[in-house]
């Protein structure tokens, strides 16, 4: 139990151990929450339940002192050039200092060094085997058998449990639990809050639950926290300012620009797209007649390329459209595609106007970036149109969802 050496009044322990800042607070109280996520889902997906986790353990920290474990990215599915890219340690994408200042956060590295390997439990979420049975949305969570394999094994000694897969190759913990669950972030806080003999908890398949308050104001200070490190914001400004001589004045991309990029971005999602989503996507040729419409409504005569298209491709959609050009990193390794990623992310949110492609992770996280940036709802709010509707005509689609709120400051 943390604070014992405060014997007496529950509420004078309280005021003195929880509601310290975290420099005073010492480590040996603090309690971890690590978290993984299904190893199939995309950079983007990961993105937004990291806000969820975020969001949940700054709930925790008003009660008891919650640390937010950063775990490393492994090599995700998306991440195609052949060099090594496992294991990535946040700072690499992320600005630690403003992560910190919304929620304690430490690298996964980080906490081994200061806790050790041996965690106290695992929950592994999934859904309810028999569905939703009562006919009405209930939250809930509750221990059940497992429903489907489960990447977590009892080590050789028969005692503790441990995961399967590249990450958290170090933990060990002596009590592991598939649980069921339908619902909001929160209802994790009866399994989590309470319990003096335990420190450091793992949530596998965190995705399994929502955000507690989706588009509202912890949904977006969340957002603003997770700034993209500074080196890539930087290159994202050295490629803008060669290619159009634009220099924009938007620090760490949480307040508002005082002039967009003389430019017009799409995001134009490819890859397993062409069979994944194959109507929600456009010829390249339909896609240049959709860009060169757009030039001409616009009035902005560069594009910016952010895409996942092969090379052909590429070379293809710009000899359709003239002054299309696409961010190529000069040394790849130094940034990993995530980084590259992130670049292309940056680049687009300052375009004067943007176009995404349908229910893509990678442009809803573009728009919040723009919306940051003060961009209007009419210049980011767009899509490319598929096949499915008319592939020339860039207004043929419907508009991505759009929530109407204040544009966050
Ligand atoms: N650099 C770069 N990568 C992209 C682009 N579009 C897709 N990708 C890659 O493909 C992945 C798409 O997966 P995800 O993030 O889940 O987004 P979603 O599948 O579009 O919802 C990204 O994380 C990138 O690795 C792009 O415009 N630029
Ligand atoms: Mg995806």
Not at 295 to 314: I, M, N, P, Y
Not at 327 to 349: M, R, S, T
Request: proline content about 6%.
């Amino acid at each position: 139990m943390y604070c014992n050496w405060l014997p007496i009044l529950f509420i004078l322990k309280v005021s003195l151990c929880y509601s310290q800042p975290e420099s005073i607070q010492a480590i040996g109280a603090r309690k971890y929450l690590l978290y993984a996520v299904n190893p199939g889902e995309g950079f983007n997906l990961r993105r937004d339940v990291h806000m969820r986790v975020e969001n949940l353990v700054r709930s925790l920290r008003k009660d008891e002192p919650w640390v937010l474990v950063l775990p490393p990215w492994p090599h995700l599915v998306h991440w195609r050039s052949n060099y090594p890219q496992g294991n990535i340690p946040w700072k690499m994408f992320f600005d630690l200092d403003s992560l910190n200042e919304y929620v304690p956060s430490i690298e996964y590295e980080d906490f081994l060094k200061e806790y050790g390997h041996e965690i106290d439990r695992i929950l592994y979420l999934q859904n309810y085997a028999e569905g939703w049975t009562s006919g009405t949305w209930e939250d809930k969570i509750d221990p059940r058998d497992c429903i489907n394999d489960v990447p977590y094994i009892k080590d050789n000694d028969s005692e503790h449990w441990k995961r399967l897969g590249p990450m958290f190759p170090e933990l060990r913990s002596k009590e592991f639990k598939c649980m069921s669950a339908q619902g909001f972030t929160s209802i994790l806080t009866t399994q989590l809050l309470g319990r003096d003999n335990e420190r450091a908890i793992l949530v596998d398949r965190f995705e399994q639950l929502l955000h507690s308050d989706f588009w509202g104001d912890d949904y977006w200070n969340a957002r603003k926290s997770m700034v993209y490190a500074k080196e890539l914001r930087e290159e994202g400004n050295r490629f803008m300012k060669e290619q159009y001589s634009y220099i924009p004045d938007s620090s760490k991309g949480r307040q508002k620009l005082s002039t967009p990029g003389p430019f017009m971005a799409v995001h134009l999602r490819r890859a397993d797209y062409h069979y994944a989503r194959p109507d929600q996507i456009p010829s390249i040729e339909g896609a240049a007649q959709q860009l060169n419409k757009l030039k001409q409504e616009t009035g902005l005569d560069h594009v910016f390329l952010a895409s996942d298209a092969s090379e052909k491709e590429r070379k293809l959609l710009k000899k359709l459209v003239s002054n299309l050009v696409w961010y190529k990193p000069k040394n790849p390794h130094l940034y990993g595609d995530g980084g590259v990623a992130i670049i292309d992310q940056w680049i687009c949110a300052h375009a004067s106007y943007f176009v995404g492609s349908y229910e893509s992770t990678f442009s809803f996280r573009i728009r919040e970036d723009r919306q940051m940036l003060g961009m209007t709802r009419e210049n980011t709010f767009n899509d490319i149109c598929g096949i499915k509707d008319d592939e020339n005509d860039p207004h043929s689609c419907e508009k991505p969802t759009y929530w109407p709120r204040e544009t966050p400051t």
